[in-house]
């Protein structure tokens, strides 16, 4: 096993999640009765360049093109997220009516709509074929491919180069990098810039989100690994940014060597990384200790919730809350069933535990005592929502970074 950025085979494994299916590998009924694939998820570090990574890779064909179910515009909270997101780059870097946005992974399109309410051109990029087609509906112009160089050279034969492409959750995907800058640095315009958006390993360390942990993420990304990539490209981060979405992401700008004035925003987070240790096995050896007890409390919690005969459903059925349930062996003889907004996973079963999902309406009508929250990132949008529940009676359960019961 190499490095996916230094290529190096000085990898060290820390964490340890159990072999488990794809997060996003919702069953049908006729499914149940076939066999359930699942891969280990161990998660590594490299010595060399600090590249926290996947030791397994699952090919990208298994997981984005068959009936993908993430559609990125199911929260207001994240539609809100993305619209300003795409005003902030178009002020910032004074984008034309002419200047063409890429956005890789697109999903249906949603960061890319709020740049076509700012007035530049819009292109997705999305190999799922089912979600590239919502988007298509909607408006958004959309390549159904995978992000490769003949996507790129059909790109600037028929629409030209771009000046920003993004990848906002999607570059934690990648398993070929290299290919990928290399498509990148052919694509952009002079001065372009591409901008990442994804979790941060310090904050998914700090805050126990393990279960961000799933076969999509390949990678766990941070300022260290990342500028020893993108330096063998002569390209450099030159500024970043903090956002709060999913529990804590960073913004980074990416543009050519010297393109672009480094940031003491950078500086100060570079220096930070240090202070924290971020990259100590120790540090990630105790986070995984960590791991194994939030699992153990939880399973406490739910376990004895359940010996007073107390009734549990999941709210929300988000990749990140297959994690939990696969790692913490969480399936329906603890919870009747997970409810959600997505009709993509609405009359499906949760992958590995086979938990049956049901409509947002089926809280009120069944009224569960308990809720757990699996969708922790929106907690405050999903509470409001569904006030009526609590207002009934029922309790919210959040599982990280400890499992608490709102009360």
Known sequence: MKCRICKKEDLVKFLDLGFTPPADGFLTVK????PEVHYPLEVFICQECS??????????EILFQKDYPYES??????????????RKVVADFSLEPRDLVVDIGSNVGVLLQGFKN?????????????????????????????????????????RGKAKVITASNVFAHVDDLYSFVRNLDSLLTKKGIFIIEAPYLATLLDNLEYDTIYHEHLSYLSIKPLNYLFRKFKMEIFDIQEVGIHGGSLRYFVSRKGDYKISAALRKLITLENKKKLYSLSRLRTFSRDVEKNRADLHWMLQSLKKKSKRIVGVSAPAKGMTLLNYCRIGPEILDFVTEKSTLKIGKFTPGTHIPVLPDSALLRHKPDYALLLAWN???????????????????IIPVPRPHIVR
């Open 31 to 34: 499914e149940l009765d076939e």
């Open 51 to 60: 590249l926290v990574q996947l030791g397994y890779v699952v090919p990208p």
């Open 73 to 86: 515009s199911m929260t207001q909270t994240g539609k809100q997220h993305f619209y300003g997101f795409a």
């Open 118 to 158: 700012e007035g530049v051109r819009v292109l997705g990029v999305e190999p799922a074929k089912n979600i590239s087609m919502i988007a298509q509906e909607s408006g958004i112009d959309t390549l159904n491919e995978f992000f490769n160089a003949p996507a790129v050279e059909h790109i600037k034969r028929t």
């Open 378 to 396: 929106f907690a405050p949008e999903i509470m409001r929502n569904l006030k009526s529940y609590q207002a009934a009676g029922g309790r919210f």
